[in-house]
């Protein structure tokens, strides 16, 4: 009766081990070609672990003490890396422009590099206050390109590709500008850009077609005959709201500025002038 027990039993052990090394995903690896291309990336990553998420094969790995994830495409090609970085590790315009936001003061929950193809890095800093948390975006020269309200807790980037007709349109407007990101909104693509110095966002549509590109100005920067209309503007027909900021936008049909005004305990306004001084409707 022992013998039939230990027998029993070491089927049932060795059943076990069997079952739990074939549910047991650890040990995934992906093709060559994919192995090759992140090696090739990153010739000095320890401790790979693979998964496949969507349709992109994604190894966790650390390097020089940070804990990252790379996608790769089924192609073999790297598209993305995001690194969970510290605060500090952010560049010193980053923090300045996040220390001089409006969100200094919610506490930070964590900060991601990303890294994707044919763009320049950029820098996510997630923070919440009581129930709130949003995402904010950075580009390396502390611009914050967008702050994303986390509406589902759902921390996960993605990788994003900038469609080869709309690098083209933005090549030809804008020689020697790079790509910072991109993001689709109601058959709106906006792309945000570093083009001579300044952030861009350059806005298409459904159709490929470029409708408008603004980027922020100073008041210094406005002619004197738009400054004028503004302020009467604001003195003739909105008492008591102020300059908030002042956007420049290149359209199709001729280039205007927009004024944000704000007003306490009143909705903001926006007023646009063109560049002869008159306001557009």
């Not at 094969?57 to 003490?65: H, K, N, Q, T």
């Not at 503007?233 to 008492?239: P, T």
Request: proline share 3%.
């Amino acid at each position: 009766m022992r013998t039939k027990n230990f027998l029993f039993t070491a089927l049932l052990l060795s059943g076990f081990a069997f079952t739990s090394c074939d549910d047991n995903d650890d040990n995934y690896t992906p093709d060559g070609k994919i192995q090759e291309a992140f090696i090739t990336k990153y010739p000095n990553a320890q401790r790979v672990e693979w998964e496949k998420k969507y349709d992109h094969y994604v190894a966790d790995f650390y390097l020089e003490g940070i804990e990252r994830e790379a996608w790769i495409n089924a192609q073999g090609e790297w598209v993305m890396t995001e690194s969970d970085i510290r605060y500090t590790d952010l560049p010193a315009e980053v923090q300045s422009a996040f220390q001089a936001s409006e969100y200094k003061d919610w506490k930070i929950d964590d900060v991601d590099m990303l890294e994707r193809v044919e763009m320049e890095p950029v820098y996510v800093i997630e923070v919440e206050q009581g129930k709130q948390e949003f995402d904010l975006y950075y580009a390396a020269d502390g611009t914050l390109l967008k702050a994303v309200e986390d509406m589902d807790n759902n921390n996960e980037h993605h990788p994003t590709t900038v469609p080869e007709a709309l690098k083209t349109a933005i090549d030809n407007r804008y020689p020697g500008a790079v790509i910072l990101d991109i993001d689709v909104e109601k058959g709106i693509t906006e792309i945000d850009i570093r083009h001579e110095g300044k952030s861009k966002e350059v806005h298409f549509n459904a159709q490929n077609e470029w409708l408008y590109t603004s980027w922020d100005v100073r008041q210094s920067e406005v002619p004197t005959e738009v400054m004028t209309t503004i302020n009467n503007a604001i003195s003739q027909n909105h008492k008591g709201y102020k300059i908030d900021d002042i956007e420049y936008e290149e359209r199709p049909n001729g280039d205007v500025y927009v004024f944000e005004l704000e007003k306490e305990n009143d909705r903001d306004i926006y007023v646009t002038v063109d560049m002869e001084g008159n306001i557009v409707k």
